[in-house]
């Protein structure tokens, strides 16, 4: 049977988890941007590509992409899952700047900032769920050839809302 840590072990432990948890995106940082500069200066992507193949489960794949594309020579193939190299040309933001330049700038941005922001979200939180609804609803109430039981609901759930 498992064993529950104590409470002491228990803070500990997420103490250490935070610890590794900066390390680890300092790593990530640190490879993202090297193979950002060899996708421009070699056209070599084996980096971003291993970067992509190993990256930690639950972590935010989606961030390091966007950042490597915005930064680098590299874009997401959906088909291959994994990162492609593009040639300038076809970039829709040139890189204007010498590469000395675009790497120190690249450092002091971090990785993990990119991407689409999530929060997290409660399952007992149906807020947002019932508002998509009731602007569903309120589409079809509007729509002269639907009828609509019960219209009236949707007057007092949106005065609740």
Partial sequence: MAKFMSKDEALKTCDIIGNQGV???NRIQRAAVTAVGYSILHGDITIAQRLV???PKGSKLVSLVAFM???GNLAWDKE???VVHIKDADREVETTKDIATLLEEMAAMQWH??????TPKSKYDIAEDLKKYLKRMQKKA???TVEVE?????EKLAAIL
């Avoid at 900032?113 to 999530?118: D, I, Q």
């Avoid at 019960?150 to 949707?154: D, G």
């Fill in 23 to 25: 390390t680890q995106d």
């Fill in 53 to 55: 193949e190993v990256f």
């Fill in 69 to 71: 594309e915005e930064h």
């Fill in 80 to 82: 291959a899952k994994t």
């Fill in 113 to 118: 900032e990119y991407g689409p922001k999530s």
């Fill in 142 to 144: 509007n729509d002269s």
């Fill in 150 to 154: 019960h219209a009236e609901l949707l």
